[in-house]
């Protein structure tokens, strides 16, 4: 069976860190990211990561404080998220696709498989 399996979440404060994990069962797929929905808004890609370690994507808003990384061997993917604001508490989804896409274009769509979501809330 194809699925992907999150942990991690929970409630922090403002400025914390915390980290969530993703395990892809079943399929090997070549990009595995994170996207977050917050209340009342659309579904934002947070990270990416492609099999091929030199692609990754990270949202302006995250860069230099969410850090994503794959583990290959497990089939496996993690985002480290440091310095936490209120305005990033979402529900986290993990999900997987096939193909890269450049130009950082990215839609719900291109993704294949999705995870059930782990909700984050970042106190102030």
């Known amino acids: 069976q194809v699925q992907l399996d999150e942990s991690g979440g929970g409630l922090v404060h403002s400025g914390e860190s915390t980290r969530l994990s993703c395990a892809a069962s079943?399929?090997?797929?070549?990009?595995l990211a994170w996207w977050r929905q917050a209340p009342g808004k659309e579904r934002e890609l947070v990270a990416a990561?492609?099999?091929?370690?030199?692609?990754?994507y990270y949202a302006d808003s995250v860069k230099g404080r969410f850090t994503i990384a794959r583990d290959k061997g497990k089939n496996t993917v993690g985002l480290q998220m440091n310095g936490l604001k209120p305005e990033e508490t979402a529900v986290y989804y993990c999900?997987?696709?096939?193909?890269?896409?450049?130009?950082?274009?990215?839609?719900?769509?291109?993704?294949?498989?999705w995870g059930q979501g782990t909700l984050v809330t970042v106190s102030s």
């Open positions: 079943g399929h090997n797929f070549y990009v």
């Open positions: 999900a997987a696709g096939t193909t890269w896409v450049t130009g950082g274009a990215w839609d719900p769509k291109d993704f294949d498989l």
């Open positions: 990561a492609a099999y091929k370690e030199s692609l990754r």
